[in-house]
Each structure stands twice: as C-alpha cells, then as structure tokens.
C-alpha cells in the first residue's frame, strides 16, 4: 500500500543507503512500496516513472523522498565532534516494519533475554523508572534517566556495571540512542537506527554509529553492533501482527514500555498511517 | 473464510509432535496457535502472541510448568495460561490478571484436537484401536483435498464435511480415517488414522507417507488460483488491561480435599475448586478465607509453579486465638466448602537477586515453602533457613528434603541462639541480595534488626506479618480531609481511620484489619501519621506518603489522604 498523502512519511526524508557502498551501477532499491535507484553522486530516481527525486547526504548516508521534504533533516550534534569514529553498519533486512523495528530500539527490558550476557543478563532484569516527554514543538520523544546493568555494555566496557541511556525518538522511522562512554564518563556514545521502509512489513534497517573508541578497529565495531542487531532480528520476524497496533487495547504495556506507550501515542497523534494499525473507530 | 467449516474440531498436531519440553508451532484456518505440554502430562493450545509486544509463543521456552516468552521473560503458567511472572518490575506481582486466550483440547488416538469455537461439540469418534499415520500437508484448499481423497478412495463414508472413512486404492484392505486440517484458506494438512496398529509399525509409515504424498503431488499438480491468507483474528486484550484496576472482590469457592496434620498443632488444607481451574498466583500470596462466623483470615499458599491443581495451606492451632485458627484445626473437615479471595500478592519474591536468603519461624514457612519451590525450579540460588522448636514442630517437613543443600534447619533455639545464628549467616549484605523472613513478630524484629546492623538496606529486607501483636492505641482524635471526595471527615477517639472514612461513604478495601496485610493502605498528601501498623518498613513509614488506615492515626490534627 502507497502512502497516502496526509501521512508524514510521505513527505519525509529516508535513508536508503550508505554513501560509501554505493558504485557505478545504480542500487536497485524500494522505498514505501515504490522502485527507486539511487546512485552515487548521489542521485535518486523512481524505477517506474523515472521521476527524479530529491537527495541530501548526512551521518554517512544518502537521505531522499518521495515528496517534498523540509528543508533539513534531524540534528545529531555530536556526529560532528572531530575526534568521534563515525561508522555505518547495515543496511539489514528485516521482515518487520518500520515501528515495530523502533519500538524495540528504545526497549530496555528484553536486553537480558535477547542481549544475553552483552546488554543484559538474569537476574538483573528490572527496569527502573524513566521519564519520558514529547518536546514543545511536539516533532521529537525524548526518554531520560534510563538505567540499565549490563555485563558488557561495548566493546571497550570492562566487566558488569550499570549503564546510563539517554533516547530520541526525531523522525517516525528513526531514533537515537546515547549510552555511557566509558573511555570518557563526561561524554556519551551514540547509537542510531535509521529504517528504510521498503514495505510496510519489510525494512532495510541502518545503523550509524559515533563512537569514542581509540582501540577498536572499524570491522570489531561493526561487528559488535550487527551481532546485537542479528539478536533482534528473529525477535522482530516473530511480532505478530507485523505492524505496530496503535489501538491501547491491541497488547499490554507495563511501567517498563513507558517510551514505547509515547512513541504510539505520538505516532497515532502525527497521523502516520504506513507500518502501523489505527485503533478501530 | 467461507470454505472453511466451523464451528468444528480439527486435529492439530499428532501426539508424537509434543515433543518434551518444546513448543509446536500450529495453525487452524489462519489462526496461529502455540501448543505445549507440561510435565503433568496437560497440553495447553494458546493463540500464539504474547499478549506484551506480540511475539510468538511457539519460539518461548517450555520449561514443564511454564511456557517462558523470549522477548522479555513473562511467564505464563500452564493450563491458566495467566501470566505469573513480569521481569522487568520484580519487586512488583503483575497488577492485572494478564492471560492469554486458549482454545479448547482433546487428545484421541494419537492426535491433538483443538477448535476455535469454544462452544463446538467433540466429535463422535469410533472406539478401538486407531493408529495415527504421519501428516502430510498440501498447498490446496481442505475442500480439493477432499475431492482428490473420493476419487483415490474404493469406498468413502462421509463423516463431516472435512474428515470420512475410506480406503485408498492403493492399500485396499486398510481402514482409514482421514481428517483434513484447514491450515489456511489455500493450505492443508491430512490426518489419517488406520484401523489397528500394526505389527509393523515403521514400514506401514513409511507406506502410508509414500501413498499419501503421491496423493498430495497429484493434487499440486493441477494448476490452481492463488489464495489469499485467511486474516487472523487479533483479538483485543481485555478493557481492565488496558485500564488502572480496582479492588476485586472475593470470589471463589474451594472444596477441602484432604485435610491432615503437617506438624504438631498445625493442620494442612488441601483446596480444590468446585468448578474450573484456580486462577494464577506468584510465590509469596495470601487468600483470605472466610469462617464460617464471616470473619477473615489469611492463609499463605505453599503451592509451587506447576502445582495448579489445588492449592495447600497450613493453619496453626492457636490455643488462646480469636477462634478462627481453632475453628479450622477443629471444625473444618474433607469435604467442606469453604469460599476464599482471589489470590493477593503483598510479600512479592524477587527473582532477580544472587542470593535470596529465606527464613522461616515455624508455621512462617508457608510463603517461604511457595518461594523455595519457585527459586528452586527456575535454578536460582537461595537458602531456606527453617527455624522450630523441634523436628516435630517444622510443619511441611516431609517436602524440605527436596531442597537439598539449599536447606538449612535450625530447631531448639532459644530467642538469643536464634539471633546469634541469623547474624552468622545472614553476613554483610552485597550486590543483588535479598532476605525473606516470616514468622513471629520477634522472629521477624530480630532478622530486621540483624540485617540493619549488618548493613542490609530496607528495600532488600522483606517480610510478612501474620498478625500485628502490639497494642493499638486508639485514644487520639483528629480530623482527616479526602482530597478526591472533598469531604472532610472527623476522627474520634476510639473509632478507627478506616472506619470513619467508611461511615462518610467512601469504599477502602480492607482484610485484616490488624495493620498486618495492608490491603487498607491509602496514598497520604499531608499531615504527619502515627503508623502502629506492622506492613510498612521503617524507610515508608518514615517518607510519609502512606498510612494503613485500620490501625494507624494522626499526630497532627488533621491528615490529609489521596482517597
């Protein structure tokens, strides 16, 4: 199904790929059921029509659309702090959509049962209270004060401890996550899951990382992030339904799902319609 | 959805596909379904989503009494299908009775049956020997099936529109029961049963599975319209799931199944339902039972996961009791019918700890016993330290023996050994570390006192009053101001907080009545309480912001309450 034209998604920027993995020969892609290439150069044009569409290049991707964005995309101000290692790990295809790959981004309570012995580990299974808020211009989530203990929070963490997040929700189909560096406890590392709509049930999920890391190399931190990606995975294949339901009596949330709960509140709110099921009327 | 039968059983799954401790991935005309079975032999058909974030069940582990999601760990027990166990929050029970939907089950011959009308009638299905021959699933509506079964078939008996007796060309002799299983709209499985079990069980499979997937090849052959997928039917959660839930009233009615002593002065009930099954509890609950002179009295249950049937409490005789201990120990016999609460959960078991000390003082154990047998089973580590007078005294002591190395008994001591020994195991406390105590008041003031002197925090120190000994001091008057009510309500002396909120019309649920269970406590916004309750620790009572409304009063002349 084609996004209908109230829908904000319609008009808004998408990534679609990495800048650096693309060569010569135009990437075949999809994007909200439409056939797109996208080039280097970049360019973007729709397979079906040949229609040009709009391209802009930021946190190592290429953004487009199908209709006429904004001017500018989503700030992530550290990304531009001279000594952080900006990376791109992905794309990875997912069977799921957009939301239910978002919602379970700013999750914190399966780390022990999915993440096992990385993000989380039993017993130390609860989630303490957060705060949660949608900020005045109502276009960003914003979930402060998370607290989770973690056996191996990155790859340059030592031992067990408890880790601080910070998360973003600045677009319907991205969110931005910051954790405790531990290389430098005044800074945070950033974590970003950028997903490409191919479908309303099938996603290409972009993970862009801004570390502080001196010691890794780039592969062992790709790596690292597709290892926790892959544990969401079959997860995210398993949701039934695939789309995320919108409707408060579809599933049952708990103090845990705060973030989750405003992220469908808001998303119901803004009147995105793709990826997602409205409450009956 | 119209060319498939229903209101109607179908077989699901054979036998031989529930498999020990794992979770088969079914499916009836369109509808998902997760099918288990637990070690007592029970299978459960469950709608296969976790009624959370919508994962599959069938990809959760069975581990023989509880079916575990792998996305966030919920439990849900067996045969209920009610969630038991939340991680994420583990110092909280689960607020709301969250349960999955179930369908209904039969297990003949070998198959599975399941329906997706609760109300359908089982079939009439023949006596005998039937021996089930492997499924064979077709990528073909249940109604082409069936076509192609009449034409391979040298005599056909219909028996409903999607199962019939027959015998195939290609083994004439043999009986056969066929049933096509809807998967989907486009989509089946055939089921047969063959009249006898043979001597030669594996070739006449491996027979039967030729034969029937020449049919099925015979059948895909033939080219056919695509079909769409029926579109299974997500069923909304309950509207108090999705709502902030009120007290719930008492309401079940248990048969006592057995009743015998299980220590010297204690006595141990055994409840059954009258109809259906008990709901779900979590380790640590209380019911309130009610006397047949409509008094209350909460009793521990010392069941653990798996054990649904019926639930076991004990009772101690109490020689100079209010009576209701004595009424039970000497009135209540087998067969009676005693009607008690839903399942109530004030002394919650953490399962997120390294260490979880549980200490018993007598007849205290029965929340301890529920606990152990929990840890127990999940591999947590934990020790139950059992405080008596003597062997005779330990109640329940035939099933401690289970606990192996995690018991520790203690009989004989008197009050100052009893301090000296919880001091020396108890030790300083650490990361993740809990203790449980229940017992009697100075059991439970010398282990709170003990662990404080050790450094243990009041949040990792939990216990269980049975009943609040200290005198009430009922002679201040003061004024209380119901914020949510706008009412302001007088307090005098000798009358009960409780009970001059209830005179002004407002509801409290309560149960004790002691300052022991805390069912009655109330948010408090302003004034400063005299707490003589036992249910709040030192850290809450010293915050202020509740008040167990049965016993405690002001120290200020006015208080103001969240009600």
Known sequence: ?281 | MSMIPSPAWHPIAASTDLVFRHVFHGKLAGQELAVWRADDGNVNVWENRCLHRGVRLSIGMNDGAELKCQYHGWRYANRSASCTYIPAHPANSPARQVTNRTFPVAERHGLVWSALEPDAAFPDLPEGDWFALRAVTIDAPAQTVMGALAEAATSLVPLSPLACRLALREAPGETLIVFTQPLDAGTSVLRALRDGTPADAEPTLRRFNRILSGLRDSIEAVPMPRIGAVEPDFAPVSADLAAVPGPRAAGLSVVVARKWWAAEDVVALELKPLSGTLPAFQPGAHIDVTLPDGTLRQYSLTNGPGEWESWVIGVRRQRQSRGGSRMIAEQVREGDLLAISEPRHKFPLRRDATRTVLIAGGIGITPLLAMAKALHHGGHPFELHAFARSAGHLPFAEGLQAFGDHLHLHLGQDPDETEATVRQFLGPHGFAQHVYVCGSARMIDTVTQAAADLGWPDEAVHYEHFSNDRAIDASSAFTVELARSALTVDVPAGVSLLAAIRDAGVTVPSSCEKGACGTCVVPLLDGVPDHQDVYLNTTEKRAGRAIVTCVSRAQTPRLVLDL
């Open chain 1, 1 to 281: 199904m084609h996004t209908s034209p109230q829908d904000p998604i319609h008009d808004a920027w998408h990534p679609v790929s990495a800048i650096d993995a693309l060569g010569a020969r135009p990437l075949r892609t999809r994007l909200l059921d439409v056939p797109i290439e996208v080039t280097h150069g970049p360019a973007a044009w729709r397979t079906d029509t040949g229609a040009d569409l709009p391209v802009r290049q930021q946190y190592g991707l290429v953004w487009t659309s199908l209709g006429q964005p904004a001017e500018d995309l989503f700030a992530i101000p550290e990304y531009d702090e001279p000594d952080r290692r900006n990376i791109s790990a992905g794309p990875i295809g997912v069977a799921s959509s957009a939301p239910r790959a978002i919602e379970n981004f700013l999750d914190l309570a399966h780390f022990p049962f999915v993440h096992t012995d990385i993000l989380g580990a039993e017993p130390h299974t609860e989630v303490k209270d957060y705060a949660v808020e949608v900020t005045a211009n109502g276009r960003e989530i914003i979930a402060t004060g998370c607290e989770f203990f973690q056996p191996m929070a990155a790859l340059t963490a030592d031992g067990g401890q408890k880790v601080d997040y910070i998360y973003r929700v600045p677009h319907p189909f991205c969110a931005v996550l910051y954790k405790s560096c531990f290389v430098d406890p005044t800074r945070m590392d950033v974590i970003a899951i950028f997903a490409q709509a191919m479908t309303e049930e099938s996603i290409r999920a972009h993970l862009v990382l801004s570390m502080i890391d001196t010691v890794h190399t780039e592969t062992e931190m790709r790596r690292f992030q597709q290892v926790i990606f892959g544990q969401d995975k079959p997860i995210l294949e398993n949701q039934r339904p695939r789309r995320l339901p919108l409707d408060p009596r579809a599933e049952t949330p708990i103090r845990a799902d705060l973030s989750g709960i405003a992220y469908r509140r808001w998303l119901a709110a803004t009147n995105v319609t793709y990826g997602v099921i409205h409450a009956p009327q």
